[in-house]
Every structure is written in C-alpha cells, then in structure tokens.
C-alpha cells in the first residue's frame, strides 16, 4: 500500500512537472512544492477502495477503562465508654443515717407532763401471776421476756396517767434479730393499758410482757424498745 501511493505520487509529480506544452517550467519553492505533493496524494487515497479517506487511517483506540478507585473505608469511629457511676455506699453498713432513727427516752417518748418512765431491768419467766386472781402461760416452746417500769410523778400535784386511750404499741428486738410486740392485757399495772392517777412524789411499778422462745430468751445480748404512739415512731435506749 505505501509503495503504491509513493508511485502514485511520483507519476503526478512528474505529469506537473512535463506538462507546460514545451513552455519552460516555472521554478517552485519547496512549499509549492509540499503543496503540490500533498494534493496528488489525497487525490490518489480517494479514488483507493481499499483506504479509508486521507493519507493514513487511524483507528482510535478504544481507552481501556481505568478500574474505579475505592473509595477507603472509612474507619469506625471508637465507641465512647459510657461509665456508670455506682452510687456511694452509705455508711454504717449499707443503711442510710436518715433511717435510722434517733433514740430517745421512756419519758420523752411518751410526753405525759409531770410523769416520768424509767427502765428497770427484764426478768424472764414461763407464766405472769399477780396475786391470786390473774395468771398468764406462755404457749409451748416459748417464755415471757417481762420489762419492768417505774411512772413517778415527779410534780406537787397529782397527776393523771392516761396510756389506755392512747393505745400504745410496745416492740422489744432482742440480740438484734428478734421482735416481739407486747401483749395486752387488763393487768393495773400493765403499761400499755395504764390509767389511774399518781400523787405527787408517788412511784408505781409497771410491766410490758413480751412473748419470745426460749432459746431467744434464755441467751439475751442486747435489748432495743420501740414505741408506736400518735402517729409517731420512737426508739428508746435502755438503760
């Protein structure tokens, strides 16, 4: 194919060259002459069935497509640790110093004006007497924790002592562990159901009965008394 466009070429640029009818030829410049050249030779490539039009044909090249890029993963950002915060222990234990509730005495607790309730040792018993006309049995396996109490008046002028319409809840916790809430009974001298009246100066001995086994009762470390009266709860320290 190149050697038949460089004939093609040559025969054109020989015919220009010869022709002039005898006339002396006209000298060219080398760009008359380029142009020349060039002109034959895209004359000749048209009437070539077998090239594509012009001097050389150039197929495009098919661009290979570049592999898209990943895009990079984007890294995890790292959880923020959430701490939680543990409450505060409360001292003493675990138990709130609010809960605990502050101890007070027999004579406080019960607010009676001019009397005064003072502690006065616990005895231990199967059965209450008092005298020949009442008589209490604890039921089986158990005894009578029995607290007694002193009321004096401590006044010039006698004094009424009025528990029964107040209706008082006595309990009495032994070693810490044990309660038991006191039993009523109509005894005169029952604390719990105490009415009469006291004259100045004057003491009366009183009882709170408290019905615990007999284990509990016959091996006892510490007592606590608690009183429930009006709406209001007290802890009484024993002395």
Do not use: W
């Amino acid at each position: 194919m190149k050697g038949f466009i460089r004939r093609g070429i040559a025969l054109a640029l020989a015919a220009v060259l010869l022709a002039g009818c005898g006339e002396e030829m006209l000298p060219l410049t080398e760009d008359e002459q380029a142009v020349i050249v060039n002109y034959s030779a895209g004359t000749l490539s048209k009437h070539n069935k077998r090239q594509q039009e012009g001097l050389t044909a150039v197929y495009p090249q098919e661009e290979e497509e570049e592999p898209e890029e990943e895009a990079p993963e984007e890294e995890a950002e790292p959880e923020e640790e959430t701490s939680e915060e543990t409450p505060e222990k409360e001292p003493d234990g675990g138990q709130s110093q609010e809960a605990a509730a502050e101890e007070t005495t027999l004579t406080k607790a019960i607010g009676i004006s001019g009397m005064e309730f003072s502690y006065n040792g616990y005895s231990v018993s199967n059965n209450y007497r008092e005298g020949d006309y009442f008589s209490m049995d604890a039921s089986a396996g158990n005894t009578y924790v029995i607290l007694n109490v002193n009321v004096t008046n401590t006044g010039d002028k006698a004094a009424e002592c009025d528990l029964m319409s107040q209706q008082p809840v006595f309990t009495l916790e032994a070693n810490g562990n044990v309660s038991a809430d006191n039993q009523v009974t109509m005894l005169e001298n029952d604390l719990s159901t105490y009415a009469g009246t006291v004259e100045p100066g004057q003491t009366v001995a009183a009882v709170l009965l408290f019905e615990m086994s007999e284990e509990t009762a016959g091996d006892i470390s510490t007592l606590r008394l608690k009183l429930q009266m009006g709406g209001e709860t007290s802890e009484i320290a024993l002395e």
